[in-house]
């Protein structure tokens, strides 16, 4: 599967963005799917995963409450809606998916999109 995360910008902290993340080449619903993050000379951290039918989620610590991810299977599309936005919430977002409809302990993406700037300013 290709994926293309979109969405990305520059945003005042305390703003919202959604990201997209546009699935091709596959059968979107057959993977559970999930977004991480690269900060500047940080490494890729996990953000949230969702399962194939969207009715389960998991969620890195630091996006409980603000963050929410949501898929539409018939559009082939993911996506990530982040509120109250910080400054240190400024990375590359990536999206992912798993070779697994389910989610385990770990996410682990065996395919990957190419990324989506998110710049906070303070």
């Known amino acids: 599967v290709q994926l293309q995360a979109s969405g990305g910008g520059l945003v005042q902290a305390g703003g919202s963005l959604r990201l997209s993340c546009e699935g091709s080449?596959?059968?979107?619903?057959?993977?559970?799917m999930g977004w991480f993050r690269q900060a500047p000379g940080m490494e890729r951290e996990f953000v949230a995963a969702?399962?194939?039918?969207?009715?389960?989620?998991k969620y890195a610590d630091y996006a409980k409450g603000r963050f929410a991810i949501s898929r539409d299977n018939p559009k082939s599309t993911l996506y990530l809606q982040m509120n109250n936005l910080k400054p240190e919430d400024t990375a590359v977002y990536y999206c992912?998916?798993?070779?697994?409809?389910?989610?385990?302990?770990?996410?682990?993406?065996?395919?990957w999109g190419q990324g989506t700037l998110v710049t906070v300013s303070s």
């Open positions: 992912a998916a798993q070779n697994h409809p389910y989610l385990s302990t770990l996410f682990k993406g065996n395919y």
């Open positions: 080449g596959g059968t979107f619903s057959s993977y559970a």
């Open positions: 969702v399962v194939w039918s969207g009715t389960m989620t």
